[in-house]
């Protein structure tokens, strides 16, 4: 499912975005973690993300990054390396 705003912080595939706030556009490749608007201001910019104008916008399984550290819905197996044990 794709979102329709990701939040500041977020990964991001390649695409077009608009900032919910101000309006500016900015484009470019797949980034781990969405910038906030350049012309961020805490009094004006009170949505704090971007508006998906072209491509796939934030990944599934990290909806809002601030809020959790691990994938939502993916299980984390623990591993262990025999070489460590002595």
Partial sequence: MQKDNVPYGSD????????ADCGHEYSGSSKKSMPPCPYFEEDTHTRKGWKVLTGQG???IDPYPEKTDKPVGIKQVETSNPASKK
Avoid: K, N
Avoid at 12 to 19: D, E, H, L, P
């Fill in 12 to 19: 991001i595939s390649a695409g077009r975005y608009a900032c």
């Fill in 58 to 60: 934030d990944a599934v």
